[in-house]
Protein backbone atom coordinates (compact mmCIF):
# COMPACT_ATOMS: atom_id res chain seq x y z
CA UNK A 1 0.00 0.00 0.00
CA UNK A 2 1.46 3.45 -0.87
CA UNK A 3 -0.66 5.37 1.47
CA UNK A 4 -3.36 8.31 0.96
CA UNK A 5 -4.21 8.92 -2.43
CA UNK A 6 -6.50 11.50 -3.29
CA UNK A 7 -8.14 12.75 -7.12
CA UNK A 8 -7.71 14.89 -8.58
CA UNK A 9 -4.40 16.69 -7.52
CA UNK A 10 -6.03 20.45 -8.91
CA UNK A 11 -9.18 21.10 -9.94
CA UNK A 12 -10.19 24.57 -11.86
CA UNK A 13 -14.17 25.32 -12.20
CA UNK A 14 -16.45 28.00 -12.47
CA UNK A 15 -18.25 29.31 -9.94
CA UNK A 16 -21.45 27.88 -9.43
CA UNK A 17 -20.26 24.63 -10.98
CA UNK A 18 -19.96 21.23 -9.16
CA UNK A 19 -16.62 19.27 -8.34
CA UNK A 20 -16.06 15.92 -6.97
CA UNK A 21 -12.82 14.90 -5.02
CA UNK A 22 -11.72 11.18 -4.30
CA UNK A 23 -10.26 9.73 -1.46
CA UNK A 24 -8.77 6.46 -0.77
CA UNK A 25 -7.14 5.96 2.08
CA UNK A 26 -4.76 3.15 3.68
CA UNK A 27 -6.27 -0.20 3.42
CA UNK A 28 -6.77 -1.52 6.73
CA UNK A 29 -7.62 2.39 8.32
CA UNK A 30 -10.90 2.80 9.77
CA UNK A 31 -11.16 6.38 9.74
CA UNK A 32 -11.18 8.48 7.21
CA UNK A 33 -11.13 12.44 7.51
CA UNK A 34 -11.81 15.04 5.26
CA UNK A 35 -9.51 18.68 6.20
CA UNK A 36 -9.51 22.13 3.95
CA UNK A 37 -6.59 24.35 4.27
CA UNK A 38 -6.16 27.98 2.72
CA UNK A 39 -3.23 30.21 2.25
CA UNK A 40 -0.81 30.40 5.38
CA UNK A 41 -3.32 28.68 7.70
CA UNK A 42 -3.02 24.70 9.36
CA UNK A 43 -5.49 22.48 8.53
CA UNK A 44 -9.01 22.64 9.38
CA UNK A 45 -11.64 19.72 10.18
CA UNK A 46 -14.60 19.15 7.68
CA UNK A 47 -16.18 15.96 8.66
CA UNK A 48 -14.86 11.98 9.85
CA UNK A 49 -15.75 8.71 9.03
CA UNK A 50 -15.63 5.49 10.99
CA UNK A 51 -15.85 3.37 8.23
CA UNK A 52 -19.25 3.94 6.54
CA UNK A 53 -20.86 6.23 9.27
CA UNK A 54 -20.23 9.79 8.79
CA UNK A 55 -19.73 10.59 12.19
CA UNK A 56 -19.23 14.34 12.95
CA UNK A 57 -19.20 17.47 10.86
CA UNK A 58 -17.72 20.73 11.53
CA UNK A 59 -19.96 23.91 11.45
CA UNK A 60 -17.43 24.75 7.79
CA UNK A 61 -19.39 22.12 6.04
CA UNK A 62 -22.25 24.02 5.07
CA UNK A 63 -25.12 22.57 3.11
CA UNK A 64 -23.51 22.83 -0.25
CA UNK A 65 -20.64 20.16 0.90
CA UNK A 66 -21.46 16.37 1.30
CA UNK A 67 -19.04 13.88 2.14
CA UNK A 68 -19.71 9.45 1.70
CA UNK A 69 -18.04 7.00 2.15
CA UNK A 70 -20.30 3.72 0.87
CA UNK A 71 -18.30 0.66 1.34
CA UNK A 72 -15.93 2.10 4.18
CA UNK A 73 -13.46 2.23 1.37
CA UNK A 74 -12.87 5.28 -0.03
CA UNK A 75 -14.69 8.51 0.21
CA UNK A 76 -15.96 11.38 -1.81
CA UNK A 77 -16.06 15.14 -1.34
CA UNK A 78 -18.81 16.77 -3.55
CA UNK A 79 -18.95 20.51 -3.22
CA UNK A 80 -22.32 21.79 -4.94
CA UNK A 81 -22.54 25.56 -6.56
CA UNK A 82 -18.89 26.00 -5.55
CA UNK A 83 -18.08 29.62 -4.80
CA UNK A 84 -14.64 31.32 -4.58
CA UNK A 85 -14.42 31.17 -0.80
CA UNK A 86 -14.13 27.01 -1.96
CA UNK A 87 -10.97 28.10 -3.48
CA UNK A 88 -8.24 25.82 -1.05
CA UNK A 89 -6.65 22.89 -0.63
CA UNK A 90 -8.95 19.61 0.43
CA UNK A 91 -6.80 17.11 2.53
CA UNK A 92 -7.81 13.71 3.02
CA UNK A 93 -6.07 11.72 6.19
CA UNK A 94 -6.76 8.24 7.21
CA UNK A 95 -5.90 6.50 10.54
CA UNK A 96 -6.59 2.89 11.89
CA UNK A 97 -8.65 4.20 15.00
CA UNK A 98 -9.07 6.82 17.12
CA UNK A 99 -6.03 8.71 18.67
CA UNK A 100 -3.78 6.41 16.57
CA UNK A 101 -1.36 8.08 13.79
CA UNK A 102 -3.23 9.81 11.31
CA UNK A 103 -1.44 10.19 7.73
CA UNK A 104 -2.41 12.37 4.65
CA UNK A 105 -2.69 12.42 1.23
CA UNK A 106 -1.19 14.94 -1.30
CA UNK A 107 -4.68 16.68 -1.60
CA UNK A 108 -6.74 18.10 -4.35
CA UNK A 109 -6.12 22.00 -4.84
CA UNK A 110 -9.15 23.98 -5.61
CA UNK A 111 -9.61 26.77 -7.43
CA UNK A 112 -12.56 28.30 -8.28
CA UNK A 113 -12.60 31.05 -10.71
CA UNK B 1 -9.97 31.17 19.30
CA UNK B 2 -6.84 28.60 18.24
CA UNK B 3 -6.62 25.89 20.72
CA UNK B 4 -3.26 25.54 19.54
CA UNK B 5 -0.63 28.26 18.94
CA UNK B 6 2.47 27.63 17.69
CA UNK B 7 5.17 30.32 17.78
CA UNK B 8 6.71 32.19 15.98
CA UNK B 9 4.91 32.18 12.53
CA UNK B 10 7.48 32.34 10.48
CA UNK B 11 11.31 32.31 11.37
CA UNK B 12 14.58 32.50 8.56
CA UNK B 13 17.82 31.43 9.88
CA UNK B 14 21.22 30.53 8.67
CA UNK B 15 21.96 26.95 7.69
CA UNK B 16 23.98 25.48 10.38
CA UNK B 17 22.13 27.22 13.21
CA UNK B 18 19.92 26.14 16.01
CA UNK B 19 16.21 26.58 16.42
CA UNK B 20 13.07 25.71 18.75
CA UNK B 21 9.47 25.77 17.68
CA UNK B 22 6.68 25.79 19.94
CA UNK B 23 3.11 24.73 20.59
CA UNK B 24 0.96 25.58 23.04
CA UNK B 25 -2.24 25.22 24.70
CA UNK B 26 -4.57 25.69 27.59
CA UNK B 27 -5.89 22.08 26.86
CA UNK B 28 -4.83 18.95 27.44
CA UNK B 29 -4.20 16.27 24.44
CA UNK B 30 -3.75 12.58 24.71
CA UNK B 31 -1.21 13.11 22.06
CA UNK B 32 0.42 15.42 19.60
CA UNK B 33 1.18 14.86 16.09
CA UNK B 34 3.94 16.76 14.10
CA UNK B 35 3.95 17.08 10.68
CA UNK B 36 6.20 18.84 8.01
CA UNK B 37 4.17 20.48 4.83
CA UNK B 38 5.72 21.47 1.53
CA UNK B 39 3.97 23.90 -0.77
CA UNK B 40 1.36 22.16 -2.78
CA UNK B 41 1.80 18.58 -1.15
CA UNK B 42 -0.02 17.01 1.86
CA UNK B 43 1.35 16.88 5.61
CA UNK B 44 3.50 14.47 6.19
CA UNK B 45 3.72 12.98 10.04
CA UNK B 46 6.81 13.27 11.76
CA UNK B 47 6.36 11.99 15.03
CA UNK B 48 3.97 11.55 17.66
CA UNK B 49 3.97 12.03 21.28
CA UNK B 50 1.92 10.41 23.94
CA UNK B 51 3.24 10.29 27.52
CA UNK B 52 3.56 14.16 29.27
CA UNK B 53 7.71 14.59 29.38
CA UNK B 54 8.34 12.48 26.31
CA UNK B 55 11.52 12.96 24.21
CA UNK B 56 11.72 11.76 20.78
CA UNK B 57 14.77 12.32 18.53
CA UNK B 58 14.21 11.77 14.74
CA UNK B 59 18.12 12.76 13.35
CA UNK B 60 18.66 16.51 14.25
CA UNK B 61 14.79 16.41 15.21
CA UNK B 62 14.13 16.53 18.64
CA UNK B 63 10.62 16.50 20.10
CA UNK B 64 9.43 16.65 23.98
CA UNK B 65 5.64 16.71 25.08
CA UNK B 66 5.25 18.83 28.08
CA UNK B 67 4.67 17.03 31.44
CA UNK B 68 1.01 18.50 31.79
CA UNK B 69 0.11 17.01 27.96
CA UNK B 70 -0.35 20.83 27.16
CA UNK B 71 2.64 21.83 24.95
CA UNK B 72 5.16 20.64 22.80
CA UNK B 73 8.53 22.15 21.29
CA UNK B 74 10.41 20.62 18.44
CA UNK B 75 14.34 21.78 18.35
CA UNK B 76 16.54 21.32 15.22
CA UNK B 77 20.05 21.26 15.39
CA UNK B 78 22.55 22.74 12.58
CA UNK B 79 19.68 23.20 10.40
CA UNK B 80 19.51 22.04 6.53
CA UNK B 81 17.74 23.93 3.76
CA UNK B 82 16.13 20.69 3.14
CA UNK B 83 14.43 21.25 6.87
CA UNK B 84 12.51 24.45 5.08
CA UNK B 85 8.74 24.28 5.07
CA UNK B 86 6.04 24.27 7.15
CA UNK B 87 5.96 22.69 10.54
CA UNK B 88 2.71 21.95 12.01
CA UNK B 89 1.37 20.23 15.18
CA UNK B 90 -1.38 18.41 15.78
CA UNK B 91 -3.60 17.02 18.85
CA UNK B 92 -6.05 14.04 19.07
CA UNK B 93 -8.65 14.35 22.44
CA UNK B 94 -9.14 18.07 23.14
CA UNK B 95 -10.75 17.67 26.04
CA UNK B 96 -12.69 20.65 25.63
CA UNK B 97 -14.79 18.84 23.47
CA UNK B 98 -15.21 19.52 20.02
CA UNK B 99 -14.72 18.21 16.73
CA UNK B 100 -13.78 14.81 16.97
CA UNK B 101 -10.61 14.87 14.79
CA UNK B 102 -6.97 16.37 14.54
CA UNK B 103 -7.13 19.62 15.90
CA UNK B 104 -3.78 21.59 13.98
CA UNK B 105 -2.02 24.80 14.89
CA UNK B 106 -1.57 27.69 12.18
CA UNK B 107 2.02 26.37 11.42
CA UNK B 108 5.15 27.69 11.49
CA UNK B 109 6.87 28.68 8.21
CA UNK B 110 10.42 27.62 8.82
CA UNK B 111 13.41 29.09 5.71
CA UNK B 112 17.15 27.68 6.14
CA UNK B 113 18.73 30.14 3.98
CA UNK B 114 22.15 28.36 2.98
Known amino acids: DTGVSQDPRHKITKRGQNVTFRCDPI?????LYWYRQTLGQGPEFLTY????????KSRLLSDRFSAERPKGSFSTLEIQRTEQGDSAMYLC???????????FGQGTRLTVV | TQLLEQSPQFLSIQEGENLTVYCNSS?????LQWYRQEPGEGPVLLVT?????EVKKLKRLTFQFGDARKDSSLHITAAQPGDTGLYLC??????????????FGKGTHLIIQP
Open chain 1, 93 to 103: ASSRTENTEAF
Open chain 1, 27 to 31: SEHNR
Open chain 1, 49 to 56: FQNEAQLE
Open chain 2, 27 to 31: SVFSS
Open chain 2, 49 to 53: VVTGG
Open chain 2, 90 to 103: AGWGYSGGGADGLT
